[in-house]
Nanobody
């Protein structure tokens, strides 16, 4: 099992940056692939990025490629999402999620068993 807690959200101007963190409580954190998702009211949860158990492989949705970077520190049980060049369309609640096993190259939230409660990111003009 894993418990996840996101932090680092807030209000930022368009073009700015934020770093989100996901802190995990798990006996074997390195056994979990981690994903970031986001959701706006009235819409489905959207995949953003994922990272493999060892941190070697990453996967991004097209709209954030080149702007967002996912990384992890297995010694500290944390995953980060560095978000640069933020736009109004990035406004959402951001969630981290964990799945036991290899990274999933896809955007289906059902592939992840454990979720944090989310952190709000608001980008203003």
């Amino acid at each position: 099992q894993a418990q996840l807690a996101e932090s680092g959200g807030g209000l930022v101007q368009a073009g700015g940056s934020l770093r989100l963190s996901c802190a995990a409580t798990a006996r074997t954190f390195s056994g979990f692939a981690i994903g970031w998702f986001r959701q706006v009211p009235g819409k489905e949860r959207e995949f953003v990025a994922a990272i493999s158990r060892g941190g070697i492989s990453t996967y991004y949705t097209d709209s954030v490629k080149g702007r967002f970077t996912i990384s992890r520190d297995n010694a500290k049980n944390t995953v980060s999402l560095l978000m640069n060049s933020l736009t109004l369309e990035d406004t959402a609640v951001y969630f981290c999620a964990a799945r036991l096993g290899p990274m999933y190259y896809g955007g289906d939230p059902a592939r992840y068993a454990y979720w944090g409660q989310g952190t709000q990111v608001t980008v203003s003009s």
